[in-house]
């Protein structure tokens, strides 16, 4: 649940926001402060209905316990950039995972706060 005021995000933009980590959350806001641009969250928590309804989408999905979120994809290379900037200043020594997919109807950016003892990843995927 979310008990932070957000300076960027209202809680009607983040879809289960009872649903969604404060921490995670704060995370988001912060990304999107140092970002410096919009960011268009397209589903942040979601239910195990709805998770086990999206294709490719995991069991173990961060989604299911309110730390990752999916975001409009990126036009601008240079606006990429510096959202991966952002990512990385906003989250120190805490771990996340970042998705890119980058094509097809489903075009988004993932990404997510993991737990502690995982290491940061960087993918690409095509759903
Ligand atoms: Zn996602």
């Not at 990304?31 to 998770?51: K, M, S, W």
């Not at 988004?108 to 993991?114: D, Q, S, T, Y």
Request: hydrophobic residues 50%; charged residues 20%.
């Amino acid at each position: 649940m979310i008990t932070a005021t957000l300076r960027h995000f209202a809680l009607s933009e983040l879809s289960h926001h009872e649903l969604v980590d404060n921490l995670a959350a704060v995370w988001l806001d912060d990304i999107r402060d140092l970002f410096g641009y919009p960011l268009t969250v397209t589903c942040a928590a979601r239910t195990v209905e709805e998770n086990a309804a999206l294709p490719g989408s995991a069991p173990t999905s961060l989604h299911l316990v309110g730390r990752a979120f999916d975001l409009r994809w990126i036009e601008d290379a240079a606006h990429r950039w510096a959202f991966v900037e952002a990512v990385y200043l906003a989250s120190g020594e805490r771990s996340v995972e970042l998705e890119f997919v980058p094509f097809g109807e489903n075009r988004h950016i993932h990404v997510a706060l993991a737990g502690d003892g995982h290491a940061s990843t960087l993918i690409f995927s095509e759903v």
